[in-house]
Protein backbone atom coordinates (compact mmCIF):
# COMPACT_ATOMS: atom_id res chain seq x y z
CA UNK A 1 0.00 0.00 0.00
CA UNK A 2 1.47 3.37 -1.13
CA UNK A 3 0.07 6.75 -2.19
CA UNK A 4 -0.05 7.54 -5.99
CA UNK A 5 -0.14 11.17 -7.53
CA UNK A 6 -3.78 11.51 -9.07
CA UNK A 7 -3.93 11.14 -12.36
CA UNK A 8 -0.03 8.84 -12.65
CA UNK A 9 -2.39 5.57 -12.81
CA UNK A 10 -1.63 5.19 -16.53
CA UNK A 11 2.17 6.17 -16.18
CA UNK A 12 2.34 3.56 -13.35
CA UNK A 13 0.93 0.91 -15.14
CA UNK A 14 3.08 1.47 -18.14
CA UNK A 15 6.06 0.77 -16.42
CA UNK A 16 4.91 -2.46 -14.59
CA UNK A 17 3.95 -3.02 -18.58
CA UNK A 18 7.18 -2.20 -19.37
CA UNK A 19 8.92 -4.51 -16.76
CA UNK A 20 6.20 -7.66 -17.25
CA UNK A 21 7.16 -7.75 -20.84
CA UNK A 22 11.14 -9.15 -19.46
CA UNK A 23 12.10 -11.88 -17.44
CA UNK A 24 12.12 -10.04 -13.90
CA UNK A 25 8.14 -11.46 -13.36
CA UNK A 26 9.25 -14.90 -13.87
CA UNK A 27 12.48 -14.52 -11.64
CA UNK A 28 10.21 -13.08 -8.77
CA UNK A 29 7.54 -15.95 -9.31
CA UNK A 30 5.01 -13.54 -10.08
CA UNK A 31 1.79 -15.61 -11.13
CA UNK A 32 -0.44 -12.25 -11.03
CA UNK A 33 -0.21 -8.57 -10.39
CA UNK A 34 -2.96 -5.78 -10.12
CA UNK A 35 -2.67 -2.34 -9.83
CA UNK A 36 -5.71 -0.09 -7.58
CA UNK A 37 -6.40 3.29 -6.88
CA UNK A 38 -9.00 5.21 -5.35
CA UNK A 39 -8.26 8.83 -4.74
CA UNK A 40 -4.44 9.01 -3.61
CA UNK A 41 -4.40 5.26 -2.01
CA UNK A 42 -2.53 2.83 -4.18
CA UNK A 43 -2.76 -0.75 -3.78
CA UNK A 44 -0.64 -3.22 -5.53
CA UNK A 45 -1.85 -6.77 -5.08
CA UNK A 46 0.92 -9.59 -6.40
CA UNK A 47 0.23 -13.43 -6.04
CA UNK A 48 3.81 -15.33 -5.86
CA UNK A 49 4.19 -18.72 -6.53
CA UNK A 50 6.42 -18.46 -2.95
CA UNK A 51 6.25 -16.09 -0.31
CA UNK A 52 6.38 -12.21 -1.24
CA UNK A 53 8.87 -12.23 1.45
CA UNK A 54 11.23 -14.64 -0.46
CA UNK A 55 10.33 -13.12 -3.61
CA UNK A 56 11.42 -9.96 -2.43
CA UNK A 57 14.82 -11.07 -1.03
CA UNK A 58 15.40 -12.69 -4.63
CA UNK A 59 14.54 -9.49 -5.75
CA UNK A 60 16.65 -7.07 -4.89
CA UNK A 61 19.80 -8.67 -6.72
CA UNK A 62 17.93 -9.06 -10.57
CA UNK A 63 18.42 -6.25 -12.61
CA UNK A 64 15.60 -4.27 -13.33
CA UNK A 65 14.29 -4.30 -9.70
CA UNK A 66 15.24 -1.18 -8.63
CA UNK A 67 15.21 0.08 -12.24
CA UNK A 68 10.90 0.05 -11.31
CA UNK A 69 11.35 2.21 -7.68
CA UNK A 70 13.64 4.27 -9.38
CA UNK A 71 10.89 4.76 -11.91
CA UNK A 72 7.98 4.81 -9.91
CA UNK A 73 9.07 7.49 -7.59
CA UNK A 74 7.69 10.79 -9.17
CA UNK A 75 4.23 9.29 -8.76
CA UNK A 76 4.24 6.93 -6.32
CA UNK A 77 5.35 8.22 -2.61
CA UNK A 78 5.27 5.67 0.62
CA UNK A 79 1.83 5.20 2.79
CA UNK A 80 3.73 5.20 5.90
CA UNK A 81 6.65 7.62 6.98
CA UNK A 82 8.41 4.59 8.30
CA UNK A 83 9.03 3.11 4.76
CA UNK A 84 12.27 1.37 4.28
CA UNK A 85 11.69 -1.52 1.81
CA UNK A 86 8.64 -2.82 0.18
CA UNK A 87 7.77 -5.12 2.85
CA UNK A 88 7.18 -2.40 4.64
CA UNK A 89 4.17 -1.65 2.34
CA UNK A 90 2.53 -5.12 2.71
CA UNK A 91 -0.99 -5.10 3.88
CA UNK A 92 -1.72 -8.19 6.77
CA UNK A 93 -4.80 -10.01 6.29
CA UNK A 94 -7.26 -9.94 8.50
CA UNK A 95 -10.50 -11.82 7.51
CA UNK A 96 -11.08 -14.19 4.72
CA UNK A 97 -14.26 -15.72 3.70
CA UNK A 98 -15.21 -18.26 1.27
CA UNK A 99 -18.37 -19.71 0.16
CA UNK A 100 -18.74 -23.09 1.46
CA UNK A 101 -18.89 -25.84 -1.70
Known amino acids: MARI ?9 GIFRDSDRT ?3 YALGVRQRSLHSLG ?3 VHIIDFD ?4 EAMRAGVGLP ?17 PTWRSP ?12 PQS
Do not use: N
Not at 5 to 13: F, L, T
Not at 64 to 80: A, E, K, M, N, V
Not at 87 to 98: C, E, G, S
Open 50 to 53: RSAE
Open 5 to 13: KPGSEEAVA
Open 40 to 42: DLY
Open 64 to 80: GFTDISDRLRPFIQPYL
Open 87 to 98: ADAAAQRFYTWQ
Open 23 to 25: DLP
